[in-house]
C-alpha cells in the first residue's frame, strides 16, 4: 500500500523560497504520475504542478510558471516541489497525491495522497 508524507513547509517571507519533499513508502514510487495540489481557505483544491512516472513530463498552473519546479528521485522515492519568489497568494495546505496515468493535474485523478504540509507567506 502506496503512503505518502510531505514534508519542508514553514512561515516565509515574500521573495522567499521553500523546497518541499514528499517521500512514499510501501510500495515503490516509480510507477505513479506524482502532484502537487494546494488549498487555500475558501477555496477549492487546485492542482499547482504535476510530473509523469518517468519524469519527462511536467505541468504547472499559469499561477506559478516560472517560479515553481516539481522534481522526482525515483531511486530515493521522492518527490519536490522547489517554490521560489514566493508571494502571499500562494500560502495553502500543500498535498502531494500520486496516479496511474493521470490525464489532467486535477484532484479527481489521484487516488493516494499525503496528509498536507502548511506553507505560509507572510511578512
Known amino acids: 500500500q502506496l503512503q505518502l508524507v510531505e514534508s519542508g513547509g514553514g512561515l516565509v517571507q515574500p521573495g522567499g523560497s521553500l523546497r518541499l519533499s514528499c517521500a512514499a513508502s510501501?510500495?515503490?514510487?516509480?510507477?505513479?504520475?506524482v502532484g502537487w495540489f494546494r488549498q487555500a481557505p475558501g477555496k477549492e483544491r487546485e492542482g499547482v504542478s504535476c510530473v509523469s512516472s518517468s519524469g519527462h513530463n511536467a505541468h504547472y498552473v499559469d499561477s506559478v510558471k516560472g517560479r515553481f519546479t516539481i522534481s522526482r528521485d525515483n531511486a530515493k522515492n521522492t518527490v519536490y516541489l522547489q517554490m521560489n519568489s514566493l508571494k502571499p497568494e500562494d500560502a495553502a495546505v500543500y498535498y502531494c497525491a500520486a496516479g496511474v496515468y493521470p490525464p489532467r493535474c486535477e484532484v479527481e485523478h489521484f487516488d493516494s495522497w499525503g496528509r498536507g504540509t502548511q506553507v505560509t507567506v507572510s511578512s
Open positions: 510501501g510500495i515503490g514510487l516509480d510507477a505513479y504520475a
